[in-house]
């Protein structure tokens, strides 16, 4: 049981690149979530999803866009990346939305 | 919208000692959940406690345990008997119910243990 767990742990794109982020959880939890970290700051919520082929928007969705074909998978996208993106970003899985989260591990993501 | 502010950026206590993290929030619903959560150097998130709202009792965790006053809205942290593995950041979070999807952290404590 590997909880939650997010690919890469690292990475560095310039400016106007793509990539996707993934995180996959093998609890086999119906909402799952991405967010964001700053320095200084909390986490905040950029998209959710409550089960496969749903998805929704958080505090600060923009420039992000979000998929979940798969249950298990909850994917990140950044269509063209800007430096105010860099950030620390966490995927996090529950079984309901009163439901604990537990968190990955994180990806940080470093734009040029 | 729902706050948390955690007004503490960086505290410190010698290993063995008692440690409080403060956190307040500011909300206008009666029902919800709050959590402390700890991040170690490794970034991963993880949960130490949580608390109901409409439990008087406060929430405790072996070592930790919370002083939740609602009237207040306040929700502090104790780390008794304090070791050096609780270093870490710990971020206050509140939870409403019904926007249950969504996690509202604080600015985070950074919390240093000396030997």
């Known amino acids: 049981n590997a909880g939650v767990t997010q690919t890469p742990k690292f990475r560095v794109l310039k400016t106007g690149q793509s990539m996707t982020l993934l995180c996959a959880q093998d609890?086999?939890?119906?909402?799952m979530y991405w967010y964001r970290q700053d320095p200084g700051m909390g986490l905040r919520l950029i998209h959710y999803?409550?089960?496969?082929?749903?998805?929704a928007k958080g505090e600060v969705p923009d420039g992000y866009n979000v998929s979940r074909l798969k249950k298990q998978n909850f994917l990140l996208g950044l269509e063209s990346a800007a430096p105010s993106q860099t950030s620390v970003y966490f995927c996090?899985?529950?079984?309901?939305?009163?439901?604990?989260?537990?968190f990955g591990p994180g990806t940080r993501l470093l734009v040029l | 919208a729902q706050t948390v502010t955690q007004s503490q950026p960086e505290m410190s206590v010698q290993e063995a000692e008692t440690v409080t993290l403060s956190c307040t929030y500011d909300?206008?619903?009666?029902?919800?959940?709050l959590f402390w959560y700890k991040q170690p150097p490794s970034r991963q998130m993880i949960l130490v406690i949580r608390?109901?709202?409409?439990?008087?009792q406060n929430a405790t965790e072996n070592r930790f345990s919370v002083n939740f006053q609602k009237a207040a809205k306040s929700f502090s942290l104790k780390i008794s008997d304090s070791q050096l593995g609780d270093a870490a950041m710990y971020f206050c979070?509140?939870?409403?119910?019904?926007?249950?999807?969504?996690?509202?952290f604080g600015q985070g404590t950074r919390l240093t243990i000396n030997p």
């Open positions: 996090a899985s529950s079984f309901g939305r009163r439901e604990t989260q537990y």
């Open positions: 609890m086999n939890h119906e909402y």
């Open positions: 999803s409550v089960g496969e082929g749903t998805t």
């Open positions: 909300t206008s619903e009666s029902d919800y959940y």
């Open positions: 608390q109901e709202a409409y439990k008087q």
């Open positions: 979070a509140y939870r409403s119910q019904p926007e249950a999807q969504k996690l509202v």
